[in-house]
C-alpha cells in the first residue's frame, strides 16, 4: 500500500484525510489526527495554489460534483505543485497517509455512522477507564402481598396465666339421673325404748319428821322403780331424769327437803295461813347412775310437818326418764 500510495495509484479501500469515512476509521484506530494539522500540511495553497483553501472536505467534495478525468492519490490530495517546497509538502502527506491507512485486518470494518451536518470537526479519543459506581438509589416502593403460606407447627405451651374473675352464675340446668346408692351406714341404736316412769300420791295424813314419805297411792308404777314401802326411787336404768312435787299444806307450816342417797339437794318451805290451805311445790333435773335412790323427807321435827291430804286435796310425787346413756 506504502507503494501505491507514493506513486500515486488509487486504492480501492484508501479514503481522503478529513472525510468522514477516513476519520471514522482513524477514531476506530486511535489514530486520526486533527483537522487543521492535516489542512495545514497537505492544502497550505487549496485547490488552485490561490493562497485560500476550501473550508471543508464536503464543500470540496460538492463543487467537485461535476464528471472529470481520473487523477493519482497524491495528486488530488495535495495538487499539481512540482516546485522542491511542493515535493517536501508531498513527501510529508505521503508519510502522514501511512500512519492514517487501515491495516488489512481493519479493512473489512464496515464505517459507523456520523452525527449529520455539513462537517464533523471531532474526533474520538482513547476510551477511558471505567468510571465509580454511583451511590445506591432509594428503596422501592413496597411490593404487593404475597399469597398465604402454609399452616405453620403448633408452638410450645405458654405460662399458665392468673386467675380469672368469677363470672356470673349461669342459670340452674335440668335434673340429673338419680345416682347410685351409696354404701350401707353403721349400725344405729336399738330400737328397744327404755321407760323408766313413776307417780304417786298420799292416802292419809299420817307422816313421820325425818324419814322418807310413804306415798302409797299409785299413779303410774308400770316398771315398779318406785318401792311403796320405803317411799325411794331406785335407778335401774343410767340417764337424765326429770323430778316434781306437789304439797298440800295445812294446819303446821311445812318445810319439805328431795334427797339423793342420803344428800338434800331441793328445798321448799311454806307457811301455813290461819283456816286456810295452802299448797308447795318444786322441780329438778338429775343425772343418775344405776342404783341411786331419791326421795321426799320432812326435816326440823313436828312443827314443819304440815303435809296434808284427804278425799279432796292432794300431795304428789312424780319422776321419769328424759333419756337413757346406756353403753352397749
Known amino acids: 500500500?506504502?507503494?501505491?500510495?507514493?506513486?500515486?495509484?488509487?486504492?480501492?479501500?484508501?479514503?481522503?484525510?478529513?472525510?468522514?469515512?477516513?476519520?471514522a476509521k482513524g477514531a476506530?484506530?486511535?489514530t486520526c489526527l486533527p483537522i487543521g494539522l492535516w489542512l495545514s500540511l497537505c492544502w497550505p495553497m487549496g485547490r488552485d495554489g490561490g493562497g485560500a483553501g476550501a473550508a471543508c472536505p464536503h464543500e470540496y467534495r460538492a463543487a467537485e460534483a461535476a464528471p472529470s478525468p481520473p487523477t493519482s492519490t497524491l495528486t488530488e490530495v495535495c495538487g499539481s505543485d512540482s516546485t522542491p517546497e511542493g515535493l517536501r509538502m508531498l513527501l510529508q502527506g505521503a508519510l502522514l497517509l501511512l500512519l492514517a491507512l487501515p491495516s488489512h485486518g481493519e479493512d473489512n470494518m464496515q464505517d459507523p455512522p456520523l452525527p449529520k451536518g455539513a462537517c464533523a470537526g471531532w474526533m474520538a479519543g482513547i476510551p477511558g477507564?471505567?468510571?465509580?459506581?454511583?451511590?445506591p438509589g432509594r428503596d422501592g416502593r413496597d411490593g404487593t402481598p404475597g399469597e398465604k403460606g402454609?399452616?405453620?407447627?403448633?408452638?410450645?405451651?405458654?405460662?399458665?396465666?392468673?386467675?380469672g374473675e368469677t363470672g356470673i352464675t349461669g342459670i340452674e340446668g335440668p335434673r340429673g339421673f338419680p345416682g347410685t346408692p351409696g354404701r350401707k351406714g353403721e349400725p344405729g341404736e336399738s330400737a328397744y325404748?327404755?321407760?323408766?316412769?313413776?307417780?304417786?300420791?298420799?292416802?292419809?295424813?299420817?307422816?313421820?319428821?325425818?324419814?322418807?314419805?310413804?306415798?302409797?297411792?299409785?299413779?303410774?308404777?308400770?316398771?315398779?322403780?318406785?318401792?311403796?314401802?320405803?317411799?325411794?326411787f331406785l335407778c335401774n336404768i343410767p340417764g337424765l331424769y326429770y323430778f316434781s312435787y306437789h304439797i298440800t299444806v295445812y294446819l303446821k307450816d311445812v318445810k319439805v327437803s328431795l334427797y339423793k342417797n342420803d344428800k338434800a339437794l331441793l328445798f321448799t318451805?311454806?307457811?301455813?295461813?290461819?283456816?286456810?290451805v295452802d299448797q308447795a311445790s318444786g322441780s329438778v333435773l338429775l343425772y343418775l347412775e344405776k342404783g341411786d335412790q331419791v326421795w321426799l323427807q320432812v326435816y326440823e321435827g313436828e312443827n314443819h310437818n304440815g303435809v296434808y291430804a284427804d278425799n279432796v286435796n292432794d300431795s304428789t310425787f312424780t319422776g321419769f326418764l328424759l333419756y337413757h346413756n346406756i353403753v352397749e
Do not use: C
Open 193 to 232: 325404748v327404755y321407760r323408766s316412769a313413776f307417780s304417786v300420791g298420799l292416802e292419809r295424813q299420817v307422816t313421820v319428821p325425818n324419814v322418807p314419805i310413804r306415798f302409797t297411792k299409785i299413779f303410774y308404777n308400770q316398771q315398779n322403780h318406785y318401792d311403796g314401802t320405803t317411799g325411794k
Open 269 to 276: 318451805h311454806d307457811q301455813f295461813q290461819d283456816k286456810n
Open 1 to 23: 500500500m506504502m507503494t501505491a500510495a507514493l506513486l500515486g495509484i488509487p486504492s480501492p479501500n484508501w479514503v481522503a484525510p478529513g472525510s468522514l469515512g477516513w476519520q
Open 28 to 30: 476506530a484506530r486511535g
Open 150 to 163: 402454609e399452616k405453620g407447627d403448633p408452638g410450645l405451651v405458654g405460662p399458665k396465666g392468673d386467675t
Open 129 to 135: 477507564h471505567p468510571g465509580h459506581n454511583g451511590t
